[in-house]
């Protein structure tokens, strides 16, 4: 019976494994513009994401865990809505993150597309969370923490685009008159 459970535990993260990479690039593929801004913020402001996650996460979980303790069921079930919502939302912040490593791989002389980018930063990602203790629990919960503050700040706030400059003179070709 305990090696059955050995297997079945072993078995299940085995499939995680395999299936978060593609759970990261199809979020990458459907929402695009949410993930690029997430991505964004990971890259320009690692800080702040870390610090609004920190911040909002107590702040979504603090009802969460009083709906699982309400003695009636269609509570708990709410809970675990709610507890998979903030799953689906974290994995949009990990997807920018996993682009955002994948964009650092290519930098290093990794030759591949966007999408092959991603899926390695992705699969880095694993391998970093598998560390035995440090991937436990240093990298993992900082990473959720991060990718949630990202995902946050990427729905409620665009980041600024960069103002274009105006033309110098110089740039401006004369068109002649004479036909």
Do not use: H
């Not at 920018?96 to 390695?120: E, N």
């Not at 240093?138 to 990202?150: E, H, K, N």
Request: proline share 7%.
């Amino acid at each position: 019976m305990i090696m059955a459970d050995v297997f079945a535990v072993f078995g299940t993260l085995l499939a995680v494994g395999i299936a978060l990479p593609g759970l990261l690039l199809t979020w990458r593929l459907l929402l695009p513009n949410v993930i690029a801004r997430a991505q964004q913020r990971l890259e320009q402001t690692p800080w702040r994401c870390l610090f609004v996650g920190g911040f909002a996460l107590p702040l979504y979980l603090i009802p969460v865990i009083i709906l699982f303790n309400l003695p009636w069921g269609v509570f708990k079930a709410m809970g675990a809505g709610a507890t998979f919502i903030l799953l689906a939302l974290t994995s949009l912040g990990a997807a920018g993150l996993a682009g955002f490593m994948g964009q650092r791989l290519q930098s290093l002389g990794l030759d591949a597309s966007t999408i092959g980018a991603t899926v390695r930063g992705a699969v880095a990602m694993e391998l970093a969370a598998a560390f035995p203790l440090i991937g436990w629990f240093i990298f993992i919960p900082l990473t959720f923490i991060a990718s949630f503050g990202a995902t946050v700040l990427a729905f409620i706030s665009r980041i600024p685009r960069p103002t274009k400059q105006p033309a110098s003179t110089q740039d401006v070709q004369e068109i002649p008159l004479s036909a």
